[in-house]
C-alpha cells in the first residue's frame, strides 16, 4: 500500500497565496483527518493530491511518484491509485446508479471508456459493480437514475464508484459536510470499515470535531495555508484546537464548525 508525502507546498490563485509550505506524510494505512476554518486551504490541498490542481512549488508523492511533476499517461495511471469523494458527490447524472458505479473502472479497464458503459461491460466487471453496490446498501437501486437518491445514498453510491476503482489512497473532501448528522455518521462508519478493510490510506477533511476524533489515527490542523498541529488526536489540548478556529468554535462546542446548509435526510 502507499504513503503520501508531501513536502514544502506552495500554491497561489494569482495574488493569493494559499498553502505556505505544506510538510506532511501519511503513513501507508493510516487515516489522517484534516481540521481548519473555512477558507484554510485543506481542498486545495486535496486537490494538489490527486492532481487536479498543480502547486507552484514543492512535492506530492503518492507511492514515491511525484505527482505534481507527472503528466500524460504516467499521471492518468497515477491517479487511478487515489480515490476521491467529494462533498457534492459528483456523480454523473441522467445515468444509473449502476452506470455510476461502472466508471469507477475508467482508466483500470484496458479496453478503454467502451467497456465501462453498462451496454459493452464484460460480466466480470458487471459482477464486481453489483458487489460493490451490495457493499454500500444499494444493490436494490441499481436500476434508478442517481438522482432519485437521497443525498446520503449518493454518497455511498460515489464509495462504491471508489471501491470498484480499488485505489491504494483515498482523499475525501468534507465528505459529509452535505447531509444531516445521523446520515453523515452513517456515511462516515461505512468509508472507514471499507478504507480499514482495504488497508487503504486515507487523507480526509472534515469540520466535525467529533467525528475527526472518533474516526482519525491522527489529526491534522491547518491554518491559513499551513499546518499549526499535528497529532494524535488523543493529545490535543483543547486550547490548540480553539487556536485553531481563532473562537470560531470551542471543542466543547460538539455543532459542525461548517455554516453551510445541511441537507434533512431519512433514507441515508
Ligand atoms: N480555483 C481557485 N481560484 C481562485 N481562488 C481559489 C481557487 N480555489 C480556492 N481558492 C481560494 O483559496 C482559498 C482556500 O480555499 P480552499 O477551498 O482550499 O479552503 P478550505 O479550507 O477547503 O475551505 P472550506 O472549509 O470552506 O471548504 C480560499 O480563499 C478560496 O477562495
Known amino acids: ?20 509550505g505544506i510538510d506532511l506524510k501519511v503513513e501507508s494505512g493510516e487515516c489522517v483527518i484534516l481540521l481548519g476554518a473555512n477558507g484554510c486551504g485543506k481542498s486545495t490541498l486535496i486537490r494538489c493530491l490527486n492532481g487536479l490542481a498543480l502547486p507552484n512549488r514543492g512535492r506530492v508523492e503518492i507511492a514515491g511518484q511525484d505527482i505534481a511533476r507527472t503528466r500524460g ?37 484496458s479496453g478503454g471508456f467502451l467497456r465501462t ?10 459482477h464486481q459493480a453489483m458487489a460493490c453496490l451490495d457493499r454500500v446498501g444499494l444493490a436494490e437501486h441499481a436500476g434508478q437514475d442517481c438522482r432519485q437518491l437521497s443525498g446520503g445514498q449518493q454518497q455511498r453510491l460515489a464509495i462504491a464508484r471508489t471501491l470498484l476503482q480499488d485505489p491504494d489512497v483515498l482523499v475525501a473532501d468534507e465528505p459529509v459536510a452535505s447531509l444531516d448528522p445521523r446520515a453523515g ?45 499535528d497529532e494524535r488526536h488523543a493529545r490535543i489540548e483543547p486550547s490548540a484546537m480553539n487556536a485553531l478556529y481563532q473562537g470560531v468554535v470551542r471543542v466543547d462546542d460538539p455543532s459542525p464548525v461548517t455554516a453551510a446548509p445541511v441537507a434533512v435526510d431519512q433514507t441515508a
Open 1 to 20: 500500500m502507499a504513503t503520501v508525502e508531501v513536502t514544502d507546498l506552495h500554491k497561489s490563485f494569482g495574488d493569493l497565496h494559499v498553502l505556505r
Open 73 to 109: 499517461r504516467r499521471l492518468r495511471r497515477a491517479r487511478q491509485q487515489i480515490g476521491v469523494v467529494f462533498q457534492h458527490f459528483n456523480l454523473v447524472p441522467n445515468v444509473s446508479v449502476f452506470q455510476n458505479v461502472l466508471y469507477g473502472a475508467l482508466g483500470r479497464q
Open 117 to 126: 458503459l453498462a451496454p459493452f461491460a464484460p460480466d466480470e466487471l458487471r
Open 185 to 229: 455518521r452513517r456515511v462516515m462508519e461505512l468509508l472507514m470499515e471499507i478504507v480499514r478493510e482495504r488497508g487503504m490510506t486515507v487523507l480526509c477533511s472534515l469540520h466535525q470535531l467529533e467525528l475527526a476524533s472518533e474516526y482519525g489515527d491522527r489529526v491534522v490542523g491547518m491554518k491559513a495555508g499551513r499546518i499549526e498541529l
